[in-house]
DNA sequence: CGGTATCCACTTAGATACTG
DNA sequence: CAGTATCTAAGTGGATACCG
């Protein structure tokens, strides 16, 4: 399997962990429109549930695939979870849907110029999840040994 | 409120788009374990969930917070989810509980070093939510219109 | 092929009550 | 104060069957 690209220079050092704190230092006390802190804070969890980042992955490596071939790279989707995880994204604009109304049908999709810029942004989490797989898995038996 | 810092100098913009299709133009096929590979996606998505979204924001703009504060801070979380979540992101490295055995007892949370880069790292996801939720609105009103 | 519709087992999370 | 325990309503996703 490929994970979503991470050879754009971007790495993440001890020096990183200096520049979060310096980030948290600041203060930014700006007001936000309700119902657009909403809409962000929906896209920040909403948009990282377990088959959107595979499909995003999927389409990222993939470019673009027919419902068929999505359904065998995501490995244990169910076709429901694939329509409607697909048609969310085509809803939110992510994700474009090209139908060619042929017999039997054909259908492909690929990320829209959205949804590639969201890949692009969401590279630094892959990144972070690659380098720190081992931390967690450490911290996880630690805490499972002491806590009994 | 006050969303994660980015004012970090990373910025999305159009050039970011032709960055993004250079990224997927190569193909990295690299051996990497199941179990891990199960982790860095579990990583992926578990640690996205909407609870620990909000958070690991907290935490990131407030530094310290006490368990009562924490609830205060982040609005609609009951006291079941709070302790749930804070009790999975301890489990995985992501933050410090500092009890002081005090009558009442006080605890205190915090984001540890790894807690702090995964924010560092999903920096960039929240500059692109906030760059992005109109195109979003918009993607979503067009998609409403057409399909009805 | 690429869906939709229905049913159902399972999970989840809020409310409430209680505690060291 | 900072939890734990229990109950329950609602949500979620898999399996299955059917369709244009």
């Known amino acids: 399997m490929v994970f979503m690209q991470f050879s754009t220079g971007i790495k993440y050092s001890e020096s990183d962990l200096e520049k979060a704190k310096t980030y948290r230092a600041k203060d930014y006390p700006e007001y936000v429109d309700p119902a657009i802190e909403a809409l962000v804070r929906e896209m920040m969890s909403g948009f990282a549930d377990k088959w959107t980042v595979e499909i995003l992955d999927a389409l990222w490596d993939a470019g673009t695939l ?3 071939k999505l359904a065998r790279r995501v490995s244990g989707i169910s076709q429901k979870m694939l329509t409607q995880t697909l048609r969310r994204m085509e809803r939110d604009g992510l994700v474009v849907r090209d139908l060619y109304p042929e017999v039997p049908p054909k259908v492909e999709y690929s990320l829209s ?36």
């Open 113 to 148: 110029p959205l949804g590639l810029t969201r890949g692009a942004a969401f590279c630094n989490v892959w990144v972070w999840a690659l380098e720190n797989h081992e931390a967690v898995a450490v911290a996880r038996s630690h805490f499972d040994a002491n806590r009994r």
């Open 66 to 68: 027919r419902f068929s």
